[in-house]
């Protein structure tokens, strides 16, 4: 069965700092492409990073560039997001999201909440 | 910035077909897939590649896509098909982006 798990989620301060992780289970971690959807509280989803399977390719929307950066370890089947310089406009609740190449975004994450507030 | 148009709520008794479209210019040349998230839950994927269906989504499930117009068609919903919506597709312009519609809310009542 596939499993996303994600964790390191809480309350940080305006300008902090936050590192999530993802654990995967039930597949092969190094075969497939991994991304990073938000969902701020009462809103949509928004897309916010991606990472080719090799870790050698990524992406990342307007609202995060400079600020987040994605990477991952095949190894220890994790996915990981360093938030820096974190706003209040960045509370959602981060899902990990597994890419298949014609699926799509074929399984999620229950989710992790990331709170900016002082 | 790429972006896919969505309306934002649409209402049907149970038993009716619920159409909900979403727009974008490079839906001619992209994908859409569609996403069913019910209420405190992660999305779910209910159609990929404008017209395939997930193993175990019902067959009432259908999806459509024709020029900048992609749709997901309920036949019959259910009370159960109460969520939120998502559309999904890709940037054409080479810069790999990855956009989500704003979403709508189906009511089944």
């Known amino acids: 069965e596939v499993q996303l798990v994600e964790s390191g989620g809480g309350l940080v301060q305006p300008g902090g700092s936050l590192r999530l992780s993802c654990a995967a289970s039930?597949?092969?971690?190094?075969?497939?492409?991994m991304n990073w959807v938000r969902q701020a509280p009462g809103k949509g989803l928004e897309w916010i990073s991606y990472i080719s399977s090799s870790g050698s390719t990524i992406y990342y929307a307007d609202s995060v560039k400079g600020r987040f950066s994605i990477s991952r370890d095949n190894a220890k089947k994790s996915l990981y997001l360093q938030m820096n310089s974190l706003r209040a406009e960045d509370t959602a609740v981060y899902y990990c999201?597994?890419?298949?190449?014609?699926?799509?975004?074929?399984?999620w994450g229950q989710g992790t909440l990331v709170t900016v507030s002082s | 910035s790429y972006e896919l148009t969505q309306p934002p709520s649409v209402s049907v008794s149970p038993g009716q077909t619920a159409r909900i479209t979403c727009s974008g210019d490079?839906?001619?040349?992209?994908?859409a897939y569609w996403y069913q998230q019910k209420s405190g839950q992660a999305p779910v994927l209910v159609i990929y590649e404008d017209t395939k269906r997930p193993s175990g989504i019902p067959e009432r499930f259908s999806g459509s896509s024709s020029g900048t117009m992609a749709t997901l068609t309920i036949s019959g919903a259910q009370v159960e098909d109460e969520a939120d919506y998502y559309c999904?597709?890709?940037?054409?312009?080479?810069?790999?982006?990855?956009?989500f519609g704003g979403g709508t809310k189906l009511t089944v009542l």
């Open positions: 999904y597709s890709t940037d054409s312009s080479g810069n790999h982006r990855r956009v």
């Open positions: 999201v597994r890419e298949a190449k014609a699926e799509g975004f074929d399984y």
């Open positions: 039930g597949f092969t971690l190094s075969s497939y492409e």
């Open positions: 490079a839906l001619p040349k992209k994908y």
